[in-house]
């Protein structure tokens, strides 16, 4: 069985476990303050050009979400967010059991346009009982969307100015962020992230670590005392080193973005077969998830040596299934996979 | 420079460093569905002697405090705890964050008594206005406490009685549980607080892991949707399996408890030598943290070979300090520190 | 100038007035438990048939809505509604800050149906995901809607029917209530709410009170500490005898349904002129609020001698309009509105 | 039987009944933007002598408590607070139910120093666990305490300065302001409070009002978009006029103050007449709440013609019990308590 179902089922990076090995006696400070996670920062910063960014550590990624978004906000502000945000749809009410609303927008492939957001900024702001309506007070976006799919730079560009423009903070979810980057049809690097957003995250969990998110706070008004944030939603690990250890592995010798690349070129190894075998997709395949239509018939043949997901229903033939690679897939599964279409 | 700071300053057993190592490239499915954590659920319930028990793995204790507690109070509820209780001073009011207050009672060495809790459940019931009152929910008990102290099997039989009479549930915070269950003056065992309580958690952190606390729920009434609980308060991590292999390591061949040992065993050779030396404890010495009272010459002439904590002031000469004993404590260290007291 | 505006625009009953004046210097006991209360709380009970229904006393919409469905909820459930509701559009995220995310179904007018209930129920409930996705906890509607509709006893049956196969509580939002059930296109009554849901209000705000809303709990589960959660929510007022006074005057000698069926009267003479002269309405004219669609020439025209708001855009010459009938309307006035029209 | 027990048993003075007669069929709109609630916040800003100020009318304390506390903090900020704090003891964790802690310091008469409030925030501040303890955020402080003991315009002047010093808002409690204000034994203004506070209520229910509490902001920085956080905690009324109509009445031509005096002169009167009879008070008499120490022989005695109640208790002979007046007691109906002492 060759497995295709997602970017979090295996472990890490070889580097990281080696690392893991050789501190494991070292006595270090807990809660983020040890040499590692120092390391990482500056690693971190360096490779998004942005010096006086700060940099936490977060484990997982519905906790950095809440972490940023419940800091960000006040008590009467909701988070703009496509309709099928994270936050939206997969947290089980995390944000809102800090006591604030998600204002989903909707949204065809996971994305949301400066114009959606100006247009629902101005008709509260616009509204004669706007005091009765959440007012919004941060926009998320995830890069890339939980489709796959991928912002521009000019998207982004236009979506950072509409947030300016009505002193909103942008923030982005980049759970598969290295995934996004490394995608042949992006025009996007770490710095633009840290020039029109004023906070975002870095994954490790999908994307080489064995768990961690690396959250970049490029916008100095947002920094104050954040650490306060993280430890009050559960969010700051005793051996925080542990997450400073593997930020530090995955952003030596450009880690990040070669495993990252290695699982693009895979992605995308199999969508030119898919397309050339003729198969439509749900959504543009641009990143290390696919989403192709097949038809059940051909699933059920698939399914004997390959797993992967089945998404959604088109009708009573056919379904969207998902192919997932990650940084542990190898090229020579991937033709396996192309051989058996 | 040998440490007796804290027993998260290291890494985790090395049995831990193999087993990942080992799983790496396994493809399991997320969120604690996996293998390992099935297997690890049975050796703790088998440890507990309580087959019907729920476990779950949380990586961190404030998680763990504020994930069950929150789960398991009404909302007009709050939490009886010891004022010195790590959830009322330690964690940035993470519980008030989820809507409950801490009811704190007065406590010397951070242990509570059956008594005193019976009077505050009776002083809220009986109050004429004990509508505008917040109502004891929980009864919140750490063993041992933040002091190194522990409850006798007598006090928890006691507490459990005066909760189970009010219908409200005793919580165990068990970050250091192994080094409570090691002690020589212990007579309690993980069978006793899986019978005597309704939630408590093993902690994994301070004791052999890189990270993790499993949530032992005995109790039927509580066990429903915890899950749920668990991914809204961001503690589902996504690589469950790394809290299962973990646990896995821990529970086999009793190790929890042998490493455990060792670290007690450290305490008690420390202990033992203090008072023979004439030094005074701020708290009595049970567990792996020692409060031995000394004159500030004696602690700056000890910092020069030795790193510790000072805890408190008690007059302009002295000073209480904390040593702490971990799982990868050598008596060879301690009797170096033995020599120079 | 002549107000169709609101239902909340005057003051109150005379009646109300005078039995303020009556009671000025009676000593009462505060927060509800006066005789006045006792009494208010008789007569509605009466008026329901549901002798062990519990009946509370709140100042407003919004505080009730709140103070119900948090008290109702637990921490990882959601209340299902129209995406039209007011606890999702209009109450500034006052559930949300309680903890609780709006579970929004699509709707035209206002209403659900029990089919979609169910299939958003177990939409969540059969998901492979459901851990991660709000669990419904709570069916809430309003009667009649925000756009004046009403739900039919064959709707309210069928929508009790799935939430109690579901073990969820159906919540009806009645701050209209009073005309709801004095329309004559309506065929339920309070005993029928009190029957097939399991809390609902009585609203006096808009229908003949200074303000108040009447809370009754028909189903024991939920009637427990339910005066907990209205300390806790800021809803018990001191003074409470002011609430039981207001319910007492309105609840004696049938005076909420004799005033809520002029209003309903005033509307219906409104609405079948309307439909005489050929105007088309944005939703089905069945209670005290009216949405005609209008050519702009002509509410602007109208405006002259009469106050009403502009409800939306149909398209640039013509817009939805609303006129409100109340207790206090004459038929008179609304003479004068058909004659203009 | 003549009551002392409270002081809010009545309803209001009688010309708050004659305006809610009088403006009846007024039309206005609503939620405090119409004329009354307009010419109210004039009135109370004059009295101020706080032009700048912004005057928001909520409906009860609890309410105001909660709506301003949460508005000001942080996340993970609390309330420093006296340990019989109003908003610590008699709430039933409403502000805990907005998230935040609060912060107990010890007090003997309801009262905390600007010495205390200074070392708790410098405790915090300076501990190396700072970022895992809640960061006083805002000082609340009640005038006059539940005790009925008034501060020093030299105690009011050192906290502001203090609050001032480390960038935190002070927040006054006035459920009882005008009984504060008329004691004898004042020296503070509302022009004062205005001066050296942040934010600071005027209490309407136990001072002539039906219900109603104006909170006065004169820190600027605190100003925007309070009315959010009014609808979002429950606390904007529909029919917003009830309460400009009361304010209105209560401060034209000195209302609040006289009477407030005349019940602040009652209160003298009877704590003269216990001194010169040789009882002791649990706390010094300074407004209209009293609480003389007696035998309980001479309690049940009273109780047989008065009604008032017992506040604590002394010894197995001896209680503490409390007489209020307000605004409706009559030096009559003192006289006759004096005789029976």
Do not use: W
């Not at 519905?62 to 502000?77: D, E, F, G, M, R």
């Not at 490790?204 to 104050?224: C, D, H, R, S």
């Not at 969508?271 to 097949?294: D, R, S, V």
């Amino acid at each position: 069985m060759i497995r295709f179902e997602s970017d979090y089922s295996e472990g890490c990076i070889p580097e990281i476990l080696t690392a893991l090995q050789k501190t494991n006696t070292e006595q270090t400070p807990g809660y983020g303050m040890d040499v590692h996670c120092e390391n990482a920062r500056d690693l971190i910063k360096k490779a998004c050009k942005a010096p006086k960014a700060d940099v936490h550590f977060l484990v997982g990624g519905t906790q950095a979400n809440v972490t940023v978004i419940a800091a960000l906000l006040k008590p009467y502000q909701g988070a703009i967010c496509p309709e099928s945000g994270h936050i939206n749809v997969h947290e089980t009410g995390a944000l809102e059991a800090t006591g604030h609303k998600c204002l989903n927008l909707p949204s065809k492939d996971g994305k949301i346009s400066a114009k959606q957001v100006e247009e629902a900024i101005l008709l509260q702001k616009n509204d004669a009982s706007h005091e009765h309506i959440v007012q919004p007070g941060l926009v998320y976006i995830s890069f890339p969307t939980e489709t796959g799919v991928l912002y521009s730079k000019k998207e982004l560009i236009a979506l950072s100015k509409v947030c300016r423009k009505y002193h909103i903070p942008l923030f982005v979810d980049g759970a598969r962020m290295g995934y996004g980057l490394a995608s042949k049809k992006n025009d996007l690097t770490l710095e633009d992230f840290a020039k029109y957003t004023d906070v975002f995250y870095i994954g490790g969990t999908k994307v080489g670590a064995l768990f961690g998110e690396a959250v970049v706070i490029p916008n100095k008004q947002y920094q104050e005392n954040f650490r306060y944030n993280m430890k009050q939603r559960g969010g700051m690990l005793a051996k925080g080193r542990l997450l400073g250890i593997q930020f530090e592995e995955l952003f030596k010798q450009n880690r990040y973005f070669k495993i990252s690349k290695q699982a693009a070129e895979c992605a995308e190894l199999l969508a030119e077969a898919l397309e050339k075998k003729g198969y439509k997709f749900a959504y543009e395949p641009q990143t290390n998830q696919l989403f192709p239509i097949m038809s059940n018939k051909k699933i059920e043949e698939l399914r004997k040596h390959f797993a992967f997901l089945t998404f959604g229903v088109i009708d009573k033939d056919h379904s969207i299934v998902r192919f997932v690679t990650s940084f542990l897939t190898t090229k020579e599964n991937v033709k396996k996979l192309i051989k058996e279409l």
